[in-house]
């Protein structure tokens, strides 16, 4: 089955809840679905909504039973699937994630090359010559979801107790980026000083679902001096507008 | 001002929960038990949207350095102030000085503790509850240690009397406990056979203390052979992994999660969740999405008659 000939479905969530399926692979075509739903049914501005959850083919739509009957809330999901059309967005916004792939930053760096058979600089090269898409915001709060890479890493087999945020990992086609201090199973190839979730912050998260980050490397000597210009707050992370070819 | 003589096995600072972050993977963390705390609230004179404790297992003991009203609902516990014996799902006065003792609970699982003016820990997020894991909100993100300090806020809805919730608003604790739920996302993924397994069954609740799932032991369900992409899981969701080993996701559980779901638990059921034991017996029982918002709308309709009697002191 394929993103494209899939008819979205409503499948059942709870009482206060609807999910909307459009497709079962992790494909941009299925994700620019997820997105235009999402588009289409926030403009529809149906009071009670209180969540609308999208994640990679999927989009969960939360609402107040005090406010809304699942009646009327199927009803606006439906009327939403009528009315979305394809996200005629030319241009995404575009994170700039500086990215340390070497040293202690870096410990899984030569088991990945020994599994891809990639040199270092081949692999720096994937990771860093084009954006990646955020297909989903999880695992943690805001742990982006990023794809694709061309190669499928297993995970590794025993998780680390620790892994510290800002950590950049691969796991399956895809890489992400730890956004707090966790246990974690994904396979460590640098680290960025960037904090991309801090709840203190006015705005918490750098990134959102459909957005893209580019990762650019740095060497360990600017890894720590951006990081103490960040913690002094003489850095601000770098975003643009970007067209991004599908 | 409370001082924390002894935490119990897992305190922490609770509201209604943290919502409008899950698209970017903040769960929603807050009370388990939202009728108890929400009571608790209300006889108080709180919003019902005030921080309180949820203790699990055991309540531990505080010592108030000023008068403070206080309501403790949920799990049934031993309450004592300054020695003397104090009502469940009642509010009482704590003189200054006084010490609260809450023992291990003797039926049901959560104590939830109220005080008049609420619990005054910051805003994190629009939310006063603690996510353990990313240990963010509550007091310091984490769970109360011996030593610690609470500050009792000033957001005072209605003034309040010490005063005994009519018997018949506290929720049976009946077990075994029957929780009503809905079909899950994947409730045609499952074959006949599991699913008559699932609901004819009694599963046995795993010890666990964390907020984020539940495990059961009882009969696995093996009939999923798809592999589920990772998709929005609300609270109360019944998943099923490839081991086909059953778990129900609690508020603490990542917004999104790659686990095939045969139901999901009601909300007028939580409760029920939030008090089972470690070792319970539970068994479920389907019910449709109407039935499932009527029975959660009446003990809102509960919940709003308590506290419009109370403002009218016709108690």
Same mark, same amino acid.
Request: proline letters at 7%.
């Given at each position: ?246 | ?91 009482? #006065? =704590?003189?200054?000085?006084?010490? @609260?003792?809450?023992?291990? %609970?003797?039926?049901?699982?959560? &104590?939830?503790?109220? +005080? ?111 592999? #589920? =992409?990772?998709?929005?899981?609300? @609270?109360?969701?019944?998943? %099923?992994?490839?081991?086909?080993? &059953?778990?129900?996701? +609690? ?65």
């Amino acid at each position: 089955m394929t993103g494209e000939n899939f008819a979205p479905v409503l499948r059942p969530a709870g009482e206060n809840s609807v999910l909307v399926v459009f497709g079962t692979t992790i494909t941009p075509a299925v994700k620019e679905k997820v997105s235009s739903f999402v588009t289409a049914f926030r403009a529809l501005a149906i009071k009670g909504v209180l969540e609308i959850v999208p994640s990679y083919c999927s989009v969960m739509i939360y609402f107040k039973m005090r406010t809304i009957s699942y009646a009327q809330i199927k009803a606006a999901v439906e009327k939403a699937l009528t009315e979305m059309v394809p996200v005629a967005q030319q241009t995404y916004q575009v994170l700039e994630v500086p990215t340390c792939y070497d040293g202690v930053l870096a410990p899984d760096m030569e088991a990945v090359l020994r599994l891809t058979k990639l040199s270092k600089k081949e692999l720096i090269a994937l990771h860093t010559s084009k954006p990646f898409m955020v297909y989903m915001i999880g695992f943690t709060p805001g742990f982006p979801y990023l794809g694709t890479m061309p190669f499928h890493l297993p995970r590794q087999t025993t998780p680390r107790p620790l892994v510290p945020s800002g950590s950049i990992g691969l796991a399956g086609n895809q890489t992400g980026i730890y956004s707090i201090d966790t246990p974690g199973e994904w396979w460590l190839i640098g680290r960025t000083p960037l904090a991309i979730f801090d709840a203190q912050r006015k705005d918490p998260f750098l990134l959102s679902p459909g957005d893209y980050v580019r990762f650019t490397p740095i060497d360990l000597e600017e890894y720590f001096e951006l990081k103490n210009l960040l913690i002094q707050g003489y850095y601000t992370p770098r975003r643009w507008q970007e067209k991004v070819p599908s | 001002m409370i001082t924390v003589i002894r935490p119990g096995t897992l305190t922490t600072v609770q509201d209604l929960g943290r919502f409008g972050y899950q698209a970017w993977g903040m769960p929603v963390s807050g009370v388990l038990d939202f009728y108890a705390a929400k009571a608790a609230n209300i006889l108080v004179g709180n919003s019902t949207k005030a921080a309180v404790l949820e203790m699990t297992a055991e309540g531990g003991t505080y010592r108030f350095e000023e008068e403070a009203l206080v309501a403790i609902t949920g799990a049934t516990a031993d309450i004592t102030v300054n020695g003397i014996s104090q009502a469940p799902w009642s509010s009482f #006065l =704590i003189p200054p000085g006084g010490i @609260l003792r809450l023992g291990a %609970v003797t039926q049901g699982y959560r &104590l939830y503790l109220a +005080l008049q003016g609420g619990l005054d820990v910051p805003l994190v997020m629009g939310s006063r509850s603690t996510y353990l894991p990313a240990g963010l909100g509550g007091l310091e993100g984490r769970s109360l240690q011996a030593g610690d300090i609470l500050f009792i806020g000033d957001n005072i809805r209605a003034r309040r009397h010490p005063l005994r919730l009519p018997a018949a608003l506290q929720l049976p604790l009946e077990k075994p406990w029957q929780l009503l739920v809905t079909s899950g996302s994947q409730e045609d993924w499952f074959s006949a056979k599991d699913k008559k397994a699932f609901y004819n069954s009694i599963y046995t609740l795993e010890p666990e203390t964390s907020r984020m799932s539940y495990r059961l032991t009882g009969p696995l369900l093996t009939s999923i052979q798809q592999e #589920l =992409i990772s998709e929005p899981t609300g @609270l109360g969701a019944v998943e %099923v992994p490839a081991s086909g080993k &059953l778990f129900i996701v +609690l508020p603490d559980h990542g917004t999104s999660r790659g686990f095939a779901k045969i139901a999901y638990i009601i909300h007028a059921h939580f409760y029920k969740l939030a008090q089972a034991t470690p070792g319970d017996k539970i068994t479920f029982k389907l019910t449709d999405v109407d039935t499932a918002a009527d029975l959660y709308r009446a003990q809102e309709a509960a919940l709003h008659k308590l506290k419009e009697d109370l403002d009218n002191n016709s108690l």
